[in-house]
């Protein structure tokens, strides 16, 4: 179904909804505009009436893909199902109404919910402190570098460099040029995991600290971890965990407990605030002992006041980096994130990774034939299958594939990511998808992969039942040789 502009739907002198005549009396609009930022045309706008506009967003909206709709099997960017419940705890007026300005006394409800928050976070990563404030992943990651830099200047120590493991999602080595350091790739080896003998080749005195994801973007978890972190301090250096997948780990083991010493959370992803189109998100920054002096300020506390607990917000920390955010961070997610927290509890955030992970080697097993798995599974929550096989033997690129998938109402998974997987298709399919869909999502992909044998046009030139057809990604993707299917 094709859905026109509004521009097509517009109809001279129609209107939506008229006002009547004011009876205060107005000041003439030269008044209120400089004459310069006055238009001149009358501008062109649709003539349309209320009801034929809100069926054209309606329509749309259903057009539109969404993970209320279906599946949405994003590899590493966990676009989960985020329960409704969430958005209306956030929606109370207790937190809309609130000002960021409002004097700590009157917001004594909101500060309690961020140092409780902090507390959980704490708790599921098993760091020493939590800091709320950043807006996103990537930012959590310049939070965390900022960190680094800070308690290597306080120690008087002078490093420039920052490892980063060669699958790493590309806002690790963007995140490290930001704050001015030089990224060396660490390789991984055929298991899928960091190759000890490069890692401790790169591992000179000037590495400020080594970036790693556990489980990383391969969904494979770094068994080698103990050895990893003992190399790493031995060399003076930080370890940093990419943590925006915690659904993977929580409630079964910790990064603290690993040796890392700064994990960034996504909790847009892992904590079931809806994410894509641009936000808002959040990525706190939790920290060991030994950092918690340079986290971001204000540093939210719980005190005793005429005998009652009081929350308040201290500016006071000398070492700090200072502000990552105005005010305290995307507070509607973290009223999310909180909301989701409490309901699950300990046991049910467990059950969260392990549905994860049931779900992901589930999902694998079923295409465990038909596509090829560059490296050994078992897998955590997500998985990289190559289509290199449909590649070779009927020219099908995973490109084509994904497009093919959304004529089966599915949408893509991300691909060709990470880069050290060639044709990769990386799928998380989450651990709030039942079988049913899972298994309705794996028929899906066999039914293409038969496709790419028996009618290899019919895929190339996929989607065909979309309201927009193939658009001409072939310049940019050689281009830049990645086509990282969005959504994050
Ligand atoms: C999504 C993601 C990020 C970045 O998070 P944003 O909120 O998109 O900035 C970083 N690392 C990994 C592994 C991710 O999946």
Redesign the pocket.
Known sequence: MKEPLIFDLSRKGRRGICFGTSDTPLRPIEELIPGNLMRREPADLPEIPESEVVRHFIRLSGLNYHVDKNMYPL????MKYNPKINDAVSDLRGFTSMHPLQPAETAQGSLRLMYELSGMLAEIAGMAAVSLQP???????LTGILLIKKYHESNGSKRNKLLVVDS?????PASAAIANYETISVASNADGRTDIDDLKAKLTPDVAALML?NP??LGLFEKDILTIEKLVHENGSLLYM????MNALMGITRPGDMGFDIV?Y?L??TFSAP?GGG?P???PVGVCEKLVPFLPVPVIEKTEKAGRLYYSMNMNKPQSIGRMMTFYGNFSVLVRAYAYIRMLGAEGVRRVSENAILNANYLLSRLLETFELPFPKPVMHEFCLSGDRQKKQHNVRTLDIAKRLLDYGFHAPTIYFPLIVSEALMIEPTETETIETLDAFADALLAIADEAESNPDLVMNAPTKTPVGRLDEAQASRKLNICYSGG?
Request: charged share 10%.
């Open positions: 590899g590493s960017c966990t807006a996103a992943g990537a930012h959590g990651e790493a999602h590309g806002t690790n994801t990383n973007t990419d943590g925006a997948n960034h996504n847009h992803k994410h936000g998100g959040s990525g994050c």
